[in-house]
């Protein structure tokens, strides 16, 4: 089998009208950067090696892909100065040194997220096929875009591409345009990426020019391409479209595997998310986001935001739930109004109702929060019920501290317990109760004071009262 392609994906330009202190190809598209669209499409494709041209905030792009992709896993080539798309990729000539001419390389750009896979391959497989050792992908804009014009010989061959800058009006007229995607042999893009000027409107050296070159050679191929497939980011409003178009993709591609959405135009799921197992059931207005994993049957209902959950088969989250970095057990049934933070470990068959909040809490096989709790750094053991109005008093203004709940153990409604402290198993605890000792193995702790009745005294009260007003 031949070695997949070589990539390149040019990323150096400013990006001025995002107008943003964030680098243009790091903003994100349905949670996962520009960049990071172009470079997961291009590995999907095949990539071996995958070299990111940078300029404009080299550091900060060199960083996120390090982290999304494993650091060095895509290789970086500075373009200190931008001098144009063809000085671009000659910057990341000395990358690919040792490479063998006949290596095909594609160049992509970072700000277009959503080139489908496909497409590079289609790039890929038309460059090995064509005598001229170069394919690029047209597109006809569904709108007037300064694009460069795939200019045609007599016989209909690609002769050259006229930047727009560039163009006379009758060029100007010609709807094929250039996408900006591309696939060359390594041997021609050396010896033609030499022979550049820029001798143009614009003053840089035009990637675009090797398209006459290859007409020497009998003419690079065109590959149709969707205008929304190709289309670029320069401004925020392209920006939202584009979030739009991929939340489409994302939706109707789970939609296929098995997943029902109410309204998948109010459904956000970010491209990270998954698997979601067949007969998930999502209503409108869910959020999934980060690593977010749903198992079969998992049903989750409106104005719910995940954000890195692992749901196991059947839970059902009731609205309103905020869930974060936390683990959610089979069956178990969260919300409305739930909030579990971050290291939440929810078991099997776990209720956890209004208004109750976790953070870093163990709840065992079917323990029971089911309104108005606090329960942070604690461990709730299996079968174990927290009354409403529960708190765990984890934190002293310095430090934080455990609180064991064992397994079986009732927390009466209203109960403090003041962390580090442990209720042992099936232990009882009163309701209204401060507890700042451990509780025994099946003990009652009750540090309430005790009841006092006064017989009659509200009969007595209230003809004081209204003594006191004939008066
Ligand atoms: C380019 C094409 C044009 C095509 C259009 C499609 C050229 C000369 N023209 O034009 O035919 O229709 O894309 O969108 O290539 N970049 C660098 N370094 C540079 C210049 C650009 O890394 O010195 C990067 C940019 O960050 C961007 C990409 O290359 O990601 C394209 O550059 P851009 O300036 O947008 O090229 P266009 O003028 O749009
Ligand atoms: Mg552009």
Redo the contacts with the bound molecule.
């Keep these: 089998m031949s070695k997949g392609p070589l990539v390149f ?7 001025t009208r995002m107008k943003s202190d964030t680098a ?2 790091l903003h994100k598209v349905a949670g996962r950067s520009m960049i990071g669209w172009v470079v997961t499409a291009a590995r999907a494709a095949g990539a071996e090696r995958v070299v990111a ?4 905030q080299a550091d900060a792009v060199k960083t996120a892909l390090d982290a999304s992709f494993g650091a060095g896993a895509v290789d970086i080539a500075i ?1 200190a ?8 990729v000659q ?1 990341a000539l000395p990358a690919v040194a040792k490479e063998a001419d006949d290596r095909i390389v594609v160049i992509l ?4 997220p959503l080139l489908p896979t496909e497409k590079i391959a289609e790039l890929v497989a038309a460059c090995e096929a064509s005598p001229a050792g170069m394919a690029l992908l047209s597109t006809v804009p569904d709108r007037p ?5 795939l200019v045609r010989d007599a016989s209909g061959v690609l002769a050259k ?1 006229v ?3 560039d163009a006379t009006p009758a060029q100007r007229a010609i709807a094929d ?4 995607f591309y696939a060359i042999r390594l041997g021609h893009l050396r010896k033609d990426l030499a022979t550049l000027r820029a001798d143009n409107a ?1 003053g ?6 090797l398209v006459a070159h290859a007409h020497a050679r009998g003419g690079a191929t065109a590959i149709d391409a969707a205008f929304r497939d ?1 289309t ?1 980011v ?1 401004d925020r409003v392209d920006l939202a479209e584009v979030e739009t178009a991929a939340r489409k993709r994302i939706n109707e591609a789970w939609m296929r595997a098995g997943v029902t959405m109410i309204d998948p135009a109010s459904t956000y799921i970010d491209a990270e998310v998954g698997p979601l197992g067949q007969d998930v059931w999502l209503a409108a207005g869910v959020t999934l986001r980060g690593k977010t994993a749903l198992a079969g049957g998992v049903r989750v209902e409106t104005g719910c935001v995940l954000t890195e959950v692992q749901v196991a088969e059947a839970a059902y989250i009731k609205p309103y739930s905020i869930l974060t970095e936390s683990t959610i057990g089979a069956r178990a049934l969260i919300g409305p109004f739930t909030h579990c933070r971050p290291a939440s470990r929810i078991d099997e068959d776990v209720h956890l109702g209004n208004f109750v909040e976790t953070k870093k809490t163990h709840m065992m096989a079917g323990a029971k929060a089911n309104h108005l709790a606090y329960l942070g750094d604690a461990s709730v053991g299996h079968k174990a019920n927290i009354g409403a109005g529960t708190i765990t008093c984890n934190y002293d203004g310095v430090g934080k501290y455990q609180t064991t709940i064992e397994a079986g153990a009732f927390i009466g409604s209203d109960s403090q317990l003041v962390a580090p402290v442990t209720v042992g198993r099936d232990a009882y605890v009163g309701a209204g109760s401060t507890v700042t000792k451990d509780v025994p193995r099946g003990a009652l702790a009750l540090t309430r004071t005790k009841q006092v009745n006064v017989e009659g005294w509200a009969d007595r009260f209230r003809e004081a009262q209204a003594k006191r007003k004939k008066e």
């Design positions: 994906v040019m990323a150096a330009g400013l990006g243009k190809v041209i940078l300029g404009h373009q100065e931008q001098r144009g798309t063809g000085h671009a910057c750009t970072g700000d277009a875009m300064p694009y460069g014009r591409i930047e727009h800058a345009t250039n996408a900006g614009k840089e050296l035009y990637l675009t020019d190709v670029g320069n």
